[in-house]
């Protein structure tokens, strides 16, 4: 193998780099009327080449949009693609700092550093997921003791989910749940900045006291909106955690980018940002890296 000549060809540029330049266009006035840039694959590719590699894209914007992407160009932007923080997991047993609960997959953090290649969710979802489900056996398997419920915490968690039903004069969730994605998009999202992730915080807090008075209509069984309500306490959580993780990190490096601290600090390479929730409040810290194994540092040092 020729490693020093295999190299990424020029125009398929990681998904992060292609963001930016996205979101730098839109910025700068030159974006498409909904956002985004215009992408045209039909000068480059033949209309029956594009249906046999695209079948979904294509059907898609046919039939939701009206636009032949064999014909004429489709309006792209960014979005919210993958997580790549998430659960503290063991990288030997997938467990979690919680007795008992396992984590694999994009919900748990740590195995793609800051930016995901392509294809490797599969890869990380299947040997880690291995690991979590072989590791869980063996703990149900060795646990001694008796699990002994307490009723408080049962049907105090009952109460809580049961809340919505019975609030009157609150709001539909998903009015804060569409406002919720609205701010972290403009606020939290491809280009960041210390004054945009302060007021992400604010609207956040706003966001919160308003999600603690939600109400929903009909019945427990097949509703949305009651999942919906449900969903908001921890998509509240997780937003609060990447705005402050953001605001922490004062470098750019892979998929987070902060145009008021441009450069990659090889400082900040060698931490990781942890976060916890205490007293309702989401508390960050630095935590040294694991040492990286021998054989594995070995692969990343081999010269090209």
Known sequence: EDKKNNRRTPDLLPRDEVARAINSEVKAGRGSPHGGVFLDINTRRPGDYIKKRLPSMYHQFKELAGVDITREPMEVGPTCHYVMGGVRVDADTAQSTVRGLFAAGEVAGGMHGSNRLGGNSLSDLLVFGRRAGLSAALYSKDFGGTLVMDSGQVEQAARQMLAPFERTGGENPYAIQSDLQDTMQALVGIIRNEADLK???????????????????????????????????????????????????????????RDDHPYTDDTWGKVNVVLRLKDGRVQVSREPLPEMPAELKALFQERK
Not at 229 to 253: F, G, I, Q
């Open 199 to 257: 007021e992400a915080l604010k609207r956040l807090d706003a966001l919160k006291a308003r999600a603690a008075k939600v109400r929903v209509d009909g019945h427990r069984q097949y509703n949305p909106g009651w999942h919906t309500a449900l969903d908001l306490d921890s998509l509240l959580t997780v937003a609060e955690c990447s705005a402050v993780a953001a605001l922490e990190r004062k470098e750019s490096r892979g998929g987070h980018t």
